[in-house]
T-cell receptor, first 115, second 113 residues
């Protein structure tokens, strides 16, 4: 399958700071990427759809000003958690839609801890 | 509102036997379904998918069955191997593709020797 790389895998930041998470499709072009969040012992929840060259589409209840998404190229989408709070601590995972749209390939995930 | 449910949080199966993981959904708009395998602190790995126009899809040791009338799908792994031990998530989309997935809560499979 295709490779999606997510960086960093783990980050600890102070309350009030911003953190940027990168998601790259390494061997294919991804016009559409997705950002998910997983709470402890819960399922993955879709946060937003990231479209190359246009604004992201956010799911209901997700603050777009807090979770900034940029998809500036066909291989890179970034998620910036702004003014992070401890309740933003979570596991964030990106995925990229395969070229035939029948598969979504996931990154390794980022464990964010806000202290 | 959990639209995709995996009612068994865990399952233990002996090596060589069949593992059957179940998934139920409530949203009749879902038309594409996928199974993923996940290890701790890693992203999900795609296993197999099925479109709502089919009722079965097979790939090696993995077979997915879809019963649309019951809004139920299952993943069969046969024969089960110790390396199959992981958390399995079913996911569904209403886009006819792997877009905007709604995930189940996962089933932890343990394959014992």
């Amino acid at each position: 399958g295709a490779v999606v790389s997510q960086h960093p895998s783990r980050v600890i930041c102070k309350s009030g700071t911003s953190v940027k998470i990168e998601c790259r499709s390494l061997d294919f072009q991804a016009t559409t990427m997705f950002w998910y969040r997983q709470f402890p012992k819960k399922s993955l929840m879709l946060m937003a759809t990231s479209n190359e060259g246009s604004k992201a589409t956010y799911e209901q209840g997700v603050e777009k000003d807090k979770f900034l998404i940029n998809h500036a190229s066909l291989t890179l989408s970034t998620l910036t958690v702004t003014s992070a709070h401890p309740e933003d601590s979570s596991f964030y995972i990106c995925s990229a839609l395969g070229q035939q749209n029948t598969e979504a390939f996931f990154g390794q995930g980022t464990r964010l801890t806000v202290v | 509102d959990q639209q995709v449910k995996q009612n068994s949080p865990s399952l233990s199966v002996q090596e060589g036997r069949i593992s059957i993981l179940n998934c139920d959904y409530t949203n009749s708009m879902f038309d594409y379904f996928l199974w993923y395998k996940k290890y701790p602190a890693e992203g999900p790995t795609f296993l197999i998918s099925i479109s709502s126009i089919k009722d079965k899809n097979e790939d090696g040791r993995f077979t997915v069955f879809l019963n649309k009338s019951a809004k139920h799908l299952s993943l069969h792994i046969v024969p089960s191997q110790p390396g199959d031990s992981a958390v399995y998530f079913c996911a569904a989309s209403a886009e006819g593709t792997a877009s905007k997935l709604t995930f189940g809560t996962g089933t932890r499979l343990q394959v014992t020797l």
